[in-house]
């Protein structure tokens, strides 16, 4: 007999199987001895009173065996002459359109700017170490997208867009730890994620599929308002009447081409801030409240959202035991960006602290559908003057910061480009920089502890989400001008991180292949 069970127990005994076999016989009434096996279907940390409980819900085999049950892939078809769909971009959307092309029978090209997940790491050394940013090969741009090097946090908020826990287990075919089929908030981390994603490109081109590296689309071939393909940099022309558009929230040059060409997109809402760190310690010691969490407890995390004068000032992207990484997508700019170890067993906590930006924020970029992101990109530009025109970032104490006060020293950041002492009111828009100062004093009421100057406050965290939105039809999932387009993904503004991206790029891929009949 199988029996559903939702528990809430100690740290010490979710993490020892035999104390938590005990515990179930004990409180359910079970005979030790008919407990055979179980199985931790979901767990999650309740850090909310001053005992920190771990919630399970589990599924118990009472007199009965288990069998572990495979998480297989699903059948991929050789579309090596099959009918052809392109997808520009190499990120979760365009990886796992094509991997559901190959489903449906369909051969997808993928076609990407970046480089390879090997010859990548080489470029982005060159970022933390010398400052050299390439503009095609960067922690945004390259095979698997954002993600890829930039942690791999798969917990998402979209649950109504789609099957999350398929892509999961997808993501388990393919290499992944089973444990984010358990865990409330999985992650893969930066250090396994590069091997997976490799896992994925294989097997699309193993199916007949192809992956173009390197090959930046310079242009989209339109006739009668009707895509008939692309052309790459140096010159290619590769034709299809069908094309995702699915190439990430920082493709400039895509969202730009697309304004040339009077292709429709509008500006879009998003958010800007800054990446504050802490240690992790004291993090830890504020969430779990205690001086030492202990092993049976993993390093915190934390979320939090506030009200300054009628606008948003949350968390984004937090990194519990990560590091901020340098995530420029051209010379010129700074942004940072957060990311964590699968074992998160850094030192350091960091997260993305950004406040909402409303379309009066950049009206003074006129009405172009580009204003948000030429606002954007301004302050990155800011930001860059003031660490001194390299890679190395304006900082600042974080009480220092919300005082108006310039540091006179700065703890070791975990930042490898470095940090240079910066009155960051001279980088940050005054609304922003305003709305921070009051949101970092509120946190501080939340989160006693927070509000202190062992944390560091990096500018900027500015790519939280496009900037622009492609607009497309509901019904179809077409760009509502460009028949055959079909905008997908962060980019395009219906995403927002690894899982949306992937059910996104599914669903896109289901309406290109079955409009082709």
Known sequence: ???????????????????????????????????????????????????????????????????????????????????????????????????????????????????????????????????????????CFGEGGAGTYSDGKLYTRSKKRGDVNRILELLVGFGATDQILVEAHPHIGTNKLPAIIQDITKTIIEHGGEVLFNSR????????????????????????????????????????????????????????????????????????????????????????????????????????GGIIAPCATAPGEIVTNGWSPSKRDQPTANSGIVVEVRPEDYKRFGTTPLAAMYFQQEVEQKAWEAGGRTQTAPAQRLVDFSNGKLSSSLPVTSYKPGIASVELGYVLPDFIYRSLQIGFREFGKSMKGYFTNEAIVHATESRTSSPVRIPRDPATLEHVQIKGLYPCGEGAGYAGGIISAAIDGEKCAEKAVLAMG
């Open 217 to 320: 689309v310079v242009d989209l071939l339109v006739q009668d308002e009707e895509i008939k393909g692309v052309t790459l940099m140096d010159g290619r022309r590769i034709g299809a009447e069908k094309v995702i558009l699915a190439t990430g929230h920082s493709a400039r040059d895509i969202f730009t081409l697309l304004y040339n060409k009077k292709i429709r997109i509008e500006a879009k809402p998003f958010a800007l801030g800054v990446r504050v760190e802490h240690p992790q310690a004291l993090i830890d010691k504020i969430q779990y409240h205690t001086e030492n969490r202990g092993e049976c407890l993993p390093p915190s995390s934390y979320s939090i959202v506030k009200q300054v004068e009628g606008r948003g000032v949350y968390s984004f992207c937090m990194c519990p």
């Open 1 to 139: 007999m199988q029996r559903e069970l939702s528990i809430q127990v100690t740290p010490e005994t979710a993490v020892n199987a035999e104390a938590l076999k005990y515990f179930i016989s004990r409180e359910e009434g079970i005979p030790l001895a008919e407990i055979r096996h179980i199985e931790v279907l979901k767990r999650s940390i309740d850090a909310r009173q001053k005992k920190v409980k771990i919630n399970l819900k589990l599924e118990i085999y009472i007199n009965e065996d288990f069998h572990e049950r495979e998480v297989k892939l699903p059948e991929y078809k050789d579309v090596t002459n099959a009918r052809e769909v392109i997808i520009i971009g190499a990120g979760p959307a365009g990886l796992f359109a094509a991997l559901r092309c190959i489903e449906l029978g369909v051969r997808p090209i993928v076609i990407e700017r970046g480089k390879d997940v090997r010859a990548r790491r080489r470029d982005l050394k060159r970022l933390n170490i010398e400052h050299v940013v390439n503009e095609d090969s960067n922690y």
